[in-house]
C-alpha cells in the first residue's frame, strides 16, 4: 500500500504577499467605518443628552426662580406685617408722650407723601405729629440699623426742602421708632439728633437727642 504525503507550499509570492495587504487594507477600512458608525452614535448620544439635559435645567430653572418669587412674596408680605405691628405698637400715644419734652401735637398723619415732580423730590413719611409751627417726622423700623438712621437724615432734608419751595416755614424735628434697638444705634440715633422712640413694658419711651436744638 503506497501512502501519499500531501505537499504544502511555503513559497510566498508577489501575489499571495499582495492578497494579504489587500485583506489587511479591507480589515482596517471595516474598523474604521464601524468606529466612524459608533462616533456618529456617540455624538447623537451626547446631542440627545445635552438637549435633554438643557431641558431639564430650564425647567429647574424656572421653577426655582417661581420659588425664590414665591419666597419674597411671603418675605415681603411677613415685613409689611411686621411693619404694620411695629407701627401699632409704637405711634399710637405718641402726641401725648411728647409733651415731655414740651411739644403739642394736635395730629398724627401715617404714611405721609411728598412728591414734588418739578424740583425732583420725593418723599415717604411712617408717620407725622403736626401742630402750627412744628413737625415731627418719625421713621419706623422693626430692627432699626445706622443705615437706617443715614436714610432718614437725607430725608429730613428733602423734607425741609420741599417746605421751603411750598412755603412751610415750620420746624422739622426726625425721631426713629423700632421695636428692636440696639444701644449703639441708640447712641448713633441721638448723636444725630433724633428722639428715640422704643418698647418700654408694655408701653413706649422716648429717648431725646443729645441736643435738643437740632430740627431741619
Known sequence: MT?????????????????????TDRQFKETDRKLEKLGEET???????????????????????????????IIGNLGNRLGDMAEY????NLPEKFRQYNFTFGRINQNVKMK?????????????LENGA???????????????IDDHILRMEKIRKYADLHGDKRQFYGAV????????????????????????GEDVTIVPPVSREIFW
Do not use: C
Open 3 to 23: 501512502t501519499t504525503t500531501p505537499e504544502y507550499e511555503t513559497e510566498l509570492t508577489f501575489e499571495k504577499v499582495w492578497a494579504m495587504f489587500q485583506e
Open 177 to 200: 421708632a423700632a421695636t428692636v434697638i440696639s444701644e449703639e444705634v441708640e447712641l448713633y440715633a441721638i448723636r444725630h439728633g433724633f428722639y428715640v422712640i422704643k418698647p418700654s
Open 116 to 128: 414734588d415732580k418739578e424740583n425732583g423730590i420725593s418723599a415717604e413719611i411712617d408717620a407725622v
Open 89 to 92: 405698637s409704637l405711634l399710637p
Open 134 to 148: 412744628q413737625a415731627m417726622a418719625v421713621e419706623v423700623k422693626v430692627n432699626l440699623k445706622t443705615a437706617d
Open 43 to 73: 455624538e447623537k448620544v451626547i446631542q440627545e443628552t445635552r438637549k435633554e439635559t438643557e431641558k431639564v435645567m430650564q425647567e429647574t430653572r424656572k421653577e426655582t426662580e417661581k420659588v425664590m418669587q414665591e419666597t419674597q412674596k
